[in-house]
């Protein structure tokens, strides 16, 4: 497939001329917060001894989690990781059984983490624990929803910014319209970044989809930059198309997100770690043309079947709930199947069906769509394909050709529609927000 080549961007040859620093800002208003952090714990020497054996640059929130975990008087804790934090799990593990006198025990889940729609707060109750520790991602799934207490640890991770705006300055001309964003982890170096090019690029955007952070983006979940990356976010940037999007990330699974939401612009991804700036490319038409031809082919489906995915909270509820309602209206023969990770050897054996719906996530059938020997749609897909959603192809795009149609990456966007994921729907017209939230209690025998 839709795999793009990779091409290599120069650094600075001379990196302390290459962007002129700044004045330092004024310090912002304090802010006073209850319950913060006691000093005995922000100050205790064993404590502070044992974060040594994590890496310096990365914020495990240690302090604020044990605090938490001390209130809560935590028994059986549990710490969900992505596969690249995985290693700090026991290492964590014993710091919170060391410095948490209440906890009992700490159970590691094992189970593979995509991404925050993966928090197994339900395997967690299951087990028996009665607190659970999620890293690596933002809060999609708000813990007033979540079947026990539950902590999101962002892990923001620092690096030398100085050389993302060295290579910035040297590879962009002054002036041009610039996109800012990234993964979670780079939030804060994102926000750095951004302070340390406003005088050599005044116009450059940091957007935000809400319920997002600023400049984050998700693998499901991008804005749409329009006049400079003002649609369902709250940036204002320039009157005129974007020149780039710069995204930091160690990977291109996000990138490609807010690649597929802005055909048109041009898409540059800094890896922290290797401290390299490349241009991205992505095969937009063969995808636009796969996606529409399934949709066309489930047009014609008299038997679906819908996919519930039962990784973590993958599968949404309430959007069960409205395609079930939609299958009902349009006198369609449905069935639901409640897997964990679907692939498509795995919906081969799926028989009687003739195209699907699944709500796990859309990545699946975005870059997966070719390998399934039946349609499978995304939500908003399936909406489409029911005639109850425009088609992406029938909507204006920033140039003609199917390959710059803006196919919407708005999964967790509470400006979203009824297909989206959030848990906080924005009603049109700026009214008050509306929950969205079907709760699922849980009970663990024990």
Not at 242 to 249: K, L, N, T
Not at 316 to 333: D, M, S, T, V
Not at 386 to 401: I, K, N, R, T, V
Not at 408 to 436: C, F, L, N, Q
Request: aromatic residues 8%; proline residues 8%.
């Amino acid at each position: 497939g839709l795999r793009p080549r990779t091409l290599a961007m120069s650094a600075p040859a001379d990196a302390a001329s290459a962007v002129e620093e700044k004045p330092k800002a004024p310090d912002p208003p304090k802010r006073f917060v209850r319950n913060q952090v006691p000093d005995a714990i922000l100050n205790d020497p064993d404590l502070n001894a044992a974060l040594s054996a994590l890496p310096s640059n990365y914020s495990f929130e240690v302090h604020k989690t044990v605090w938490r975990l001390r209130q809560a008087k935590t028994r059986s804790l549990a710490l969900q990781f992505p596969e690249g934090l995985l290693l700090f799990a026991t290492t964590l593990a014993d710091i919170f059984q060391t410095h948490c006198p209440s906890v009992e025990d700490v159970v590691i889940l094992g189970d593979v983490t995509y991404g925050a729609c993966c928090v197994d707060d339900y395997t967690a109750a299951s087990l028996g624990c009665d607190f659970l520790v999620h890293y690596g991602h933002s809060c999609l799934v708000p813990v007033d929803v979540t079947g026990l207490p539950c902590l999101y640890v962002f892990v923001d991770i620092a690096f030398d910014t100085q050389h993302l705006v060295d290579c910035v300055c040297a590879n962009f001309e002054e002036g041009a319209s610039l996109v800012l964003a990234g993964t979670i982890q780079f939030a804060s170096a994102i926000q750095d970044v951004r302070g340390k090019l406003a005088a050599r690029f005044p116009a450059l955007v940091v957007p935000q989809t809400k319920p997002l952070s600023p400049g984050e983006v998700l693998g499901c979940t991008a804005p749409t930059l329009v006049h400079g990356g003002k649609k369902d976010d709250d940036s204002k940037g320039s009157k005129s198309k974007p020149s780039a999007i710069v995204f930091v990330a160690d990977g291109r699974f996000h990138l490609e997100a807010i690649m597929i939401a802005n055909p048109t612009v041009p898409a540059y991804r800094y890896d922290p770690y290797l401290r390299v700036l490349t241009k991205e490319e992505y095969a937009h038409r063969e995808m636009r043309a796969v996606r529409k031809a399934m949709v066309k082919r489930a047009s014609r489906a008299v038997k679906w079947g819908v996919v519930l995915g039962t990784l973590g909270r993958q599968g949404n509820p309430a959007i069960l709930e409205h395609l079930e309602r939609r299958f009902r209206e349009c006198g369609k023969e449905y069935a639901v199947f409640l897997i964990s990770e679907m692939t498509p050897a795995k919906m081969a054996l799926l028989k009687g069906a003739d195209a699907f719906a699944q709500i796990a996530c859309p990545r699946l059938s975005i870059d997966w769509g070719e390998d399934f020997q039946k349609p499978v749609l995304t939500p908003y897909e399936a909406e489409v394909a029911l005639g109850g959603a425009q088609p992406w192809w029938e909507l204006p795009g920033a140039a003609e050709g199917e390959e710059n149609a803006p196919y919407p990456m708005d999964y967790y966007s509470r400006e979203g529609g009824a297909w989206t994921s959030a848990y906080v729907k924005a009603p049109p017209g700026g009214a008050a927000r509306k929950p969205r939230r079907p709760k699922r209690e849980i009970v663990a025998e024990g």
